[in-house]
């Protein structure tokens, strides 16, 4: 594809229950990163990928969440438990390097998830 | 603690004027400061970036200034067109995580 993509788009989840959220990169993007937008506010880091590397997850909100990159392509963002408070927009992004020169994030449209 | 910063929730202006989208941040070991834009129902798209060696940058109709002693950068559109309306982040590179600002709505009104 030409772009980043995730799944689903919406996803609504009464409180308590486990959701996976994926993301599918850019083909060739060696790079994954995962954000978490609440309204009106702009993108939070949550996680960083290198391939299938987990290099930074100091911005996962608590152990209720865990991400994850087994073959350094899709990527799943998993919450259990779900709470209120996680309703927001998470985003998934992608770019070529990180960390020689600056290379441009490439974002996918995100997935809304709605805890009731 | 909010890193970067972005004090005006919205700005409004004249097609064919100035937009001018500021942004101030607090961490003086950022390396690059990135500008994204952003529509409805759709992901964040970059836009143009500086690294903190200089002091601008320009691309078309846009153009980033960075002043480092005062920790701000600045997004100049000139001219503003409608379909510049979207909201504006501010972001800032530290280690692997990249630190956004709450956003800017603009309008530009025909």
């Known amino acids: 594809g030409a772009g980043v993509s995730q799944s689903p788009r919406y996803k609504v989840a009464k409180r308590g229950q486990d959701v996976a959220l994926r993301c599918d990169p850019i083909s060739g993007h060696v790079s994954l990163f995962w954000y978490q937008q609440a309204l009106g506010q702009g993108p939070e880091f949550l996680t960083y990928?290198?391939?299938?590397?987990?290099?930074?997850k100091s911005g996962l909100p608590s152990d209720r969440f865990f991400a994850e990159r087994p073959e350094g392509s899709v990527s799943t963002l998993k919450i259990q438990r779900t709470q209120q408070e996680d309703s927001a927009v998470y985003l998934c992004?992608?770019?070529?390097?990180?960390?020689?020169?600056?290379?441009?994030?490439?974002f996918g449209p995100g997935t809304r998830l709605t805890v009731t | 603690d909010q890193q970067v910063k972005q004090n005006s929730p919205s700005l409004s202006v004249q097609e064919g004027r100035i937009s001018i989208l500021n942004c101030d941040y607090t961490?003086?070991?950022?390396?690059?400061f990135l500008w994204y834009k952003k529509y409805p129902a759709e992901g964040p798209t970059f836009l143009i970036s500086i690294s903190s060696i200089k002091d601008k940058n320009e691309d078309g109709r846009f153009t980033v200034f960075l002043n480092k002693s005062a920790k701000h950068l600045s997004l100049h559109i000139v001219p503003s067109q409608p379909g510049d309306s979207a909201v504006y982040f501010c972001a800032a590179e530290g280690g692997f995580k990249t630190i956004f600002g709450a956003g800017t709505r603009l309008f530009v009104k025909a």
């Open positions: 961490n003086s070991m950022f390396d690059y």
């Open positions: 990928f290198q391939n299938e590397a987990q290099l930074d």
């Open positions: 992004a992608s770019s070529l390097v990180w960390r020689e020169g600056l290379y441009e994030q490439y």
